[in-house]
């Protein structure tokens, strides 16, 4: 383990410290073989590895279903909503024909008549549903029995900056409802410092967490896209001062000795050996592209392997950016999942 250099690019007067293959034709001269070889390495894509935490704060363009509760026990054990076939994931977009943006305005628009319609959007379908509600037995007013989100906040960890874009990306996949697994639809989102104040560490069935102070008041940047692959925003600055490094192609990533970025205390990120166990390029998922294992033992001794909060935290081999990891596996907190770095960088760069 060794800690990376570079400083954090925060500016607060009451702060003091720092949060957060060559190919060739036969006959090609020595001399054009190495300009070629330049010209192919200069056009390689290099961004800033990070590996610093940072908060999350989303708002969901609709309303997301993400569980359901009798409202009277007296009258029903079943929830109306539930009952009328709505699912858990399911993005509430009007109800009684009002618009709704939060867990607020439905409850508002339930209120109008209880004999309820209720528009929502599946996987990219719109559905029609009406759910007759009831009358809570604990307020007195009328609800549909169902537990509804409208934002999100978490931690999660910056993978890479773009100095030439001013983009960066984090987390490795998308923020998702924990209870349904569908990716939270943006509306609008920002980054702000995060400072890690304790680890709760893994062990077997028991993931782990990094557990963090938001520095509310140092907004890093805007998010502008929620995808499988991660988030992906726009910053002024890099979190941190490093030198760029090449992103490698997915097919350039191999088994074997690599190491992580990733922070455990405070803002600064520190170097740490794991091993890229296999590598599965034709996997059905598009973030479980590699299996890892934790080897450094202070990580080891640190968080028991990979816990949460972790994710996104950034992969190099050879001195390149190869990926990002994702998941832990329960069972074995040392060992995870990650994401080739060529497909977050696809994800925030589509045209690629």
Request: proline fraction near 4%; aromatic fraction near 6%; hydrophobic fraction near 40%.
């Amino acid at each position: 383990m060794k800690k990376i250099s570079g400083i954090i690019n925060i500016t607060l007067a009451l702060l003091t410290s720092l949060l957060f293959i060559t190919t060739a034709a036969y006959g090609t001269s020595r001399e054009a073989l190495a300009a070629a070889s330049y010209t192919q390495i200069s056009e390689r894509k290099t961004v800033i590895p990070c590996g610093t935490p940072f908060g999350i704060k989303m708002l969901t363009n609709g309303v997301v279903v993400t569980d359901f509760g009798a409202v009277n026990g007296r009258l029903s054990q079943q929830s109306p909503a539930e009952a009328a076939g709505i699912r858990k994931g399911d993005i509430i977009k009007s109800v009684n024909g009002i618009d709704v943006t939060d867990s607020i305005s439905v409850s508002a628009a339930v209120q109008t008549d209880p004999s309820c319609t209720i528009n929502v959007l599946r996987g990219g379908e719109e559905l029609t549903f009406t759910a007759k509600a009831l009358e809570s037995d604990t307020d007195g007013e009328y609800k549909l029995g169902m537990w509804t989100k409208d934002s999100v906040a978490g931690i999660g960890t910056m993978t890479f900056y773009d100095p030439e874009t001013c983009t960066f990306a984090g987390l490795g996949h998308g923020v998702s409802d924990t209870s349904s697994g569908v990716r939270m639809p943006l509306l609008s989102g920002e980054i702000t410092a995060v400072s890690i104040t304790d680890v709760i560490r893994g062990a077997s069935g028991s993931p782990g967490e990094l557990c963090g102070a938001f520095i509310s008041s140092v907004e890093l940047g805007t998010i502008t896209l929620n995808s499988d692959f991660g988030v992906f925003g726009t910053s002024d600055t890099s979190p941190i001062l490093s030198e760029p490094v090449e992103i490698a192609g997915k097919d350039e990533v191999k088994a074997g000795r690599a190491v992580i970025y990733t922070t455990t205390a405070g803002m600064m990120p520190e170097e740490y050996e794991i091993e890229i166990v296999s590598i599965e390029r034709g996997s059905d998922s598009p973030i479980r592209n590699m299996t890892i294992r934790i080897t450094d033992p202070e990580l080891l001794s640190r968080t028991g392997g990979i816990v949460q909060g972790m994710s996104g935290s950034p992969i190099l081999q050879d001195g390149r950016l190869v990926g990002a990891v994702t998941h832990v596996l329960v069972n074995d907190s040392a060992m995870g999942y990650a994401v080739f770095a060529e497909n977050m960088l696809k994800a925030c760069e589509p045209d690629m």
